[in-house]
């Protein structure tokens, strides 16, 4: 519906300019030229006005096939530069199907010959450079309206997951508990419970703070993932059993921030926490192509209608959505007695 309107604004637009172009040009010519024969004036008025709707139209299928105008770069203006002298010559070319015309409407020929063409290719680069400038301001203007959407909707969304895991952090599921394990370690162990106050709060700190960023490097969400699986095993002890395999050149990459932390916290909650014997996870990230491949594998089923974990699911991949558009993925599916979730991000 969108590219609809588009490109019905375009046509009006190019209906609208063409014609007022076309018609000063006409009009002046019936009112200052008397050498001119009118009908003539009207067929030529006609041409250019198709001429120009016909070579603009290829004009703009050749950039919108040819540029990414979201990624403009030193070899997109080499194309804009070449599509304008080859259009403007097919403009020029096609104003020449007027001089038929003129022969049949005057029993003289053309004045000033060479002088009227010359002026004709001159006046084609200019009107079809006056044509180039108003399509990309145009195009880039709206592009500028559409990033700054998306970057409040990834705003919204980045607020969304805070939100979502602070929430998760502190109902009773998870902060409680928390805070209630800890004060038995106290007495047991009061290093551990020390250790496990840091790390309740570094994960706290972390969703406050680092949760306004688009990405951060992977080794830091590496580091927040760490501290919810050892809050995590102070309630489910040996029922959790937590194993990863990282390839050790992605830890600089960038990622969503709590991204990992929500796919391991959504396998503990709705799959671990749930098994009275326990089960494992593994935190596989590996890299496939120019791809980063992240897989969560734990073991269960996929809760059917579990409003929580869509909550956080879709919240995932709106966030990939937003910021890698069709360039990521995300999968969830059950295989045996495991559950997976697979999310795949451009490396660069």
Do not use: C
């Amino acid at each position: 519906m969108e590219t609809f309107k588009r490109d019905k604004w375009f046509w009006v637009l190019q209906v609208l300019g063409w014609g007022f172009v076309s018609g000063v040009n006409s009009l002046g010519k019936l009112t200052v030229s008397k050498s001119l024969n009118s009908t003539y004036i009207i067929i030529e008025g006609s041409i250019f006005f198709l001429t120009g709707i016909f070579s603009s139209g290829l004009l703009r299928r050749y950039l919108k096939n040819r540029l990414d105008f979201s990624r403009m770069a030193g070899e997109d203006y080499k194309v804009i530069a070449k599509a304008y002298v080859i259009f403007s010559l097919v403009f020029f070319s096609s104003i020449l199907l007027t001089l038929p015309f003129y022969h049949s409407y005057h029993d003289r020929p053309l004045p000033f010959f060479e002088v009227t063409i010359v002026s004709n290719l001159i006046n084609s680069f200019v009107i079809i450079l006056f044509w180039l400038v108003f399509y990309l301001s145009i195009k880039l203007y709206i592009l500028q309206g559409k990033n700054r959407i998306k970057q409040l909707q990834l705003e919204n969304a980045l607020k969304e997951a805070k939100l979502n895991t602070l929430k998760g952090q502190i109902n009773p599921h998870f902060m409680f508990n928390s805070m209630n394990n800890i004060r038995g370690l106290i007495l047991e162990d009061a290093e551990k419970a020390r250790e496990m106050l840091t790390r309740l709060s570094e994960l706290l700190r972390f969703a406050l703070t680092k949760s306004e960023m688009d990405v951060i490097p992977l080794e830091e969400e590496l580091t927040m993932v760490h501290h919810y699986v050892s809050l995590s095993r102070i309630h489910l002890e040996e029922r959790l059993r937590f194993e990863e395999d990282i390839d050790p050149t992605l830890a600089g990459i960038g990622v969503p921030p709590m991204l990992l932390q929500m796919l391991i916290e959504n396998a503990i909650k709705h799959g671990i926490a749930k098994l009275p014997e326990g089960g494992s996870v593994l935190l596989s990230i590996s890299r496939s192509g120019d791809m980063a491949v992240m897989r969560v594998k734990n073991t269960g089923s996929i809760l059917k209608g579990g409003s929580g974990t869509h909550v956080g699911l879709d919240n995932i991949k709106k966030r990939l959505h937003l910021l890698y558009a069709d360039s990521s993925a995300f999968d969830l599916k059950s295989e045996g007695g495991d559950v997976i979730a697979t999310v795949k991000i451009p490396l660069s």
